[in-house]
């Protein structure tokens, strides 16, 4: 992450890391 934007970059990017396992996992679900 850059100094400059703290931590707002590493919030975005582990959201959207949350978001993207959410979505898998509720494909696998909806799969099995």
């Known amino acids: 992450c850059r100094r400059l934007s703290r931590d707002y970059e590493c919030s975005t990017h ?8 959410a979505s898998i996992r509720l494909l696998l679900r909806r799969l099995a």
């Open 14 to 21: 582990s959201a959207e890391a949350w978001i993207y396992l």
